[in-house]
């Protein structure tokens, strides 16, 4: 291939593989040589950055699963908060000091 394989890669750029003269090329490295994707997708794939991009999709899907937790969390909270006061409600219709107590009837003379 031309001169677009240095070997070893680069780090945290994109992706190289490896072509039958062992060097490291990217894919358009490879599109430009070949014509075509067949040859990129046969390649086998440097293992440094194999490994970067595996760990790079755990940290992405991470951050997305802890980002819909905490967009979730305040509606959760909300919810909790307003089934107390409902049942407390129900409990305790003039909101006395036993609001949270687990008793059926209120002593309380508001």
């Given at each position: 291939m031309g001169d677009g394989g240095e070997g070893g890669g680069e780090e945290g750029g994109?992706?190289?593989r490896y072509d039958y003269d062992g060097e490291?090329?990217?894919r358009q490295d490879f599109i430009a040589?070949?014509?075509?994707?067949?040859?990129?997708?046969?390649?086998r794939r440097d293992p440094l950055w194999a490994a970067a991009a595996v760990e790079a999709a755990q940290l992405a899907a991470k951050a997305t699963a802890e980002a819909q937790v905490a967009d979730a969390l305040p509606a959760a909270q909300a919810a909790t908060q307003a089934a107390t006061r409902a049942a407390t409600a129900?409990?305790?219709?003039?909101?006395?000091?036993?609001?949270?107590?687990?008793?059926?009837?209120?002593?309380?003379?508001?």
């Amino acid at each position: 291939m031309g001169d677009g394989g240095e070997g070893g890669g680069e780090e945290g750029g994109e992706e190289r593989r490896y072509d039958y003269d062992g060097e490291l090329y990217s894919r358009q490295d490879f599109i430009a040589e070949y014509g075509g994707t067949l040859e990129w997708e046969q390649a086998r794939r440097d293992p440094l950055w194999a490994a970067a991009a595996v760990e790079a999709a755990q940290l992405a899907a991470k951050a997305t699963a802890e980002a819909q937790v905490a967009d979730a969390l305040p509606a959760a909270q909300a919810a909790t908060q307003a089934a107390t006061r409902a049942a407390t409600a129900r409990r305790h219709p003039r909101l006395c000091l036993h609001a949270f107590e687990a008793v059926t009837t209120c002593t309380c003379n508001f």
